[in-house]
């Protein structure tokens, strides 16, 4: 092969790759959470769509921000019911740390990512889709 040869056959296989766009990186946000204040409740009303959004378990969401926020409380139907009073800005805060360690990717930080459990392991791995990379993650 010559490298006229090389160079064209280079030239073609370059035209033919998927450009990256840069600003596809920001594709990528979080839901705002809605809900009130009932009394000594706070209920989040869209809390299980944004754990639908985020590809996680609800039940591993519920867990975590239970844990997080030091609170009791229970799913209903389709919304979390805390059994405190909860500012707004904090939830917000405690589904960021989340995001950040369960759902993006620590390589690439992208979110398209799966949570999965070695067998025979006790151990959780946040899986890559678009880099492959595979971390450990805190249980919770």
Known sequence: MTKQNY????DEAYKKIKTVNISEE???EIPKIEGHIEGKKTILTNFFQIASYLRRDGSHFQKFMLKELAASGQREGDRLVLNIK???TRIKEKIEAYVREYVLCKECKKPDTELIKEPNSRIMFIHCLACGAKHPVSKI
């Open 86 to 88: 909860v500012p707004s």
């Open 26 to 28: 920001n594709r990528f």
């Open 7 to 10: 160079e064209k056959l280079l």
